[in-house]
Each structure stands twice: as structure tokens, then as C-alpha cells.
């Protein structure tokens, strides 16, 4: 017997912001009179689901979406639709908080909303449905603008609010394919724009630090802990190289062929570190030390105090080549401390900055 996925985990799955909306839609555009307050869709993944809604007295229906265990930031956010005829022509449009596309390489072209093609086609299966002479549809999402500029809409070009997502309905807990997909259109974008060698950032930090030092905004992507799966997504699209920037303490990962550098999958941090520093011959009772250190940051600074950057730049040479078999595509590495200051960098295919007893 095969059991629920919420009984394997368990943790509560939720609802896309796709799945409210096309909801939504159909409250709207359903005939319920006595206003019962509940709706049921086929969602796009084949489930059948039931959504509580409230109607206002404009005629919008409200459904508030439930993210489950997930950590959403939509989480609660009310998710609007109001429907009105129009004779012959099925259409949807972004209202209120849904924001709007700007750049190229994305699903949706420039200038649409950004409601993705599957939401769009469950909304508009929902308006042939209950209206099948023709209909609009105008999706809301209050608030959305301002819960988008915590989100990568703003880097992958979409404005003023969110995107309607979501290919099967459903949010999956703690998803790392939901992840993945907020992260691609990055990579998108930029093929779109014709950049060719990328900077790779864990966050906005280290965005912030990569424009600082110099690269091009249009050339940063984000990866979170997707490090390995971003750069292979990169090889796939033909980038000429990526350099990735990075705290020491989890670029060392790279070196040990550690891809997903979430401390969930894997450490080996400093017994990497230490086995760099045997290896370039430090003595046994510092390779100790830096086993017993509390932190990569604190092994980094020890290596310096000791006048030992070579084992930073040999760390950082390793990592780039470990990419590099690993994933196809030319890689260059920049350790960082936790101030931003560079430790030790290597160019795609190039030697390390800071040789070897220097």
C-alpha cells in the first residue's frame, strides 16, 4: 500500500498561487446564488480540490491561499478573481498585485502579466467551462507588490508584483523543485539578453557584494544552496563560464564534489580545509587545530595568520575543477570571508590568484 504523501512526510502540502486563482475564477464565474462559499476544480496535476471562497459585493471571489507547511511567503495572501462577459474571446488579465513581464526569456512574453501558461490555460479551461460564450477574467493578488521584492521577480524582469504560479496546483513542503523553478528564470533572462559568462551568488548579499566588485548586474544570478544543479542548468544553455562567489564556508564544499552546499546534505568544511592544509604540508598539530576549530571562517584567518594564503587559492583551484569535470562548463571561484573580503580566487580555467607559498 502506497501511503499519502502528507503520511510519508508528514508535512501538510499546500495550494500554488495558480491553483487559488484558477479557484478564484471559478467562483466568479459560476453561478452560485446562495453564495454556499465553496468551490471545487480539477487542478492542472488531474486532483480534484475544493476551495473555500467569499464573494464581495463587487462580484470578486476571494480564496486565501493555504501553503501548507511550506514556508510560502504567499502564504495567507487573498488571491482575487472577477469575471465579466466578452461575446466570442476568452481572455485573462493581471490586476492588483500581479505583476508584469519586462524582460525577455521567460515563459510569458514581455509586456503579459505574469501568470505562467499552465495557470493560465486552468483559468481559462474554467471560463470555457462556466462561460462558454466568452469571458474575461482579471486575476488580484493585493499586496503582492510588496511581497514581491522579496522574491527574484525583481532580477528575472517582472514588475510590480507577483507571479501566478505552479504546473501541477499543489506545493509540495520544503520543495527543491519549487526552489529550482524560482531560480531558472535567471538563467533565462540572461541567455535572452545574450550574456555569456555568468557570476554565481548564493543570496542578495553576495549580489550585492559580486556588483560591488565590479560585475555586471544583468551577469549575477542567485543560486541559494543550488550551486551544482545551477551550474549544469548553465552547461545545458551553452554559458561560456560561471564564476562562482562565495562564503569560504560553503565553496569549500565544491572542493570535497559537494554540489548542494545546504548544511542538511553535507559539512566537510574544515576536515576539507584541513586536508588542503596537510597536504601543502602544514604541520600535524595545525592540521589538528583546524579540526577543532568552531568555524570555516576562523580556519580561513588562522591559514592567513600563518602566512599560508596558498592552501586558500589551492582550495579554491580544487573547487573549480571539481565544477568543472563535474558539470562541463569552464568555472572560476572567489572565496569570501564573512565581511565580503576575497581569500583566495581562481578565473575559469585559469591559475589561482595568490600561487602557491605566496
Known amino acids: 500500500m502506497i501511503m499519502p504523501r502528507e503520511e510519508r512526510t508528514g508535512l501538510r502540502r499546500g495550494y500554488t ?12 464565474a459560476g453561478d452560485d446564488p ?33 501553503a501548507g507547511d511550506d514556508p510560502d511567503i504567499t502564504d495567507g495572501l487573498a488571491i482575487g478573481a472577477s469575471v465579466h462577459d466578452t461575446p466570442g474571446v476568452f481572455v485573462v488579465r493581471g490586476g492588483e498585485g500581479v505583476g508584469i ?38 486575476i488580484l493578488a493585493p499586496g503582492g507588490e510588496t511581497l514581491a521584492r522579496r522574491t527574484l521577480n525583481p532580477r528575472c524582469g517582472i514588475e510590480g508584483g507577483l507571479s501566478i504560479l505552479g504546473t501541477t ?44 566588485a565590479g560585475a555586471d548586474e544583468r551577469d549575477v544570478v542567485e543560486t541559494a544552496n543550488e550551486v551544482g544543479w545551477m551550474l549544469e542548468r548553465a552547461g545545458e ?5 560561471v564564476t562562482v562567489r562565495g562564503h569560504v564556508g560553503k565553496l569549500v564544499k565544491l572542493a570535497a564534489g559537494i554540489f548542494d552546499t545546504h548544511s542538511r546534505v ?23 587545530g583546524i579540526l577543532e576549530m568552531n568555524t570555516a571562517d576562523q580556519a580561513a584567518a588562522h591559514l592567513l595568520d600563518l602566512g599560508r594564503v596558498d592552501v586558500l587559492a589551492q582550495v579554491a ?31 575559469p580555467d585559469r591559475p589561482a590568484v595568490g600561487g602557491e607559498g605566496t
Open 17 to 28: 498561487t495558480g491553483a487559488c486563482a484558477q479557484a478564484a475564477t471559478a467562483a466568479a
Open 237 to 241: 544553455r551553452g554559458f561560456q563560464s
Open 101 to 138: 513581464v519586462t524582460l525577455p526569456g521567460l515563459a510569458v512574453p514581455p509586456g503579459d502579466p505574469a501568470i505562467n501558461p499552465v495557470p493560465r490555460e486552468a483559468i481559462l479551461c474554467e471560463l470555457r467551462r462556466l462561460r462558454p460564450a466568452g469571458a474575461t477574467a482579471i
Open 34 to 66: 446562495e453564495r454556499r462559499g465553496e468551490v471545487q476544480v480539477c487542478l492542472p496535476g488531474g486532483e480534484a480540490a475544493r476551495f473555500p471562497y467569499r464573494l464581495d459585493e463587487r462580484g470578486v471571489a476571494w480564496v486565501v491561499k493555504d
Open 266 to 288: 553535507a559539512d566537510a568544511r574544515l576536515v576539507t580545509l584541513a586536508a588542503y592544509a596537510g597536504a601543502a604540508g602544514l604541520p600535524s598539530v595545525e592540521v589538528r
Open 169 to 212: 496546483g499543489r506545493v509540495e513542503p520544503w520543495s527543491v523543485e519549487a526552489m529550482r523553478d524560482s531560480l531558472l528564470p535567471q538563467l533565462d533572462v540572461a541567455l535572452a539578453r545574450g550574456r555569456t559568462d555568468l557570476v554565481y551568488v548564493l543570496g542578495s548579499k553576495g549580489r550585492r557584494l559580486a556588483v560591488e
Open 317 to 347: 583551484r580544487a573547487a573549480a575543477r571539481a565544477c568543472r569535470e563535474r558539470y562541463a562548463i569552464p568555472v572560476g571561484i572567489v572565496l569570501l570571508d564573512r565581511g565580503g573580503t576575497v581569500l583566495a580566487e581562481v578565473a
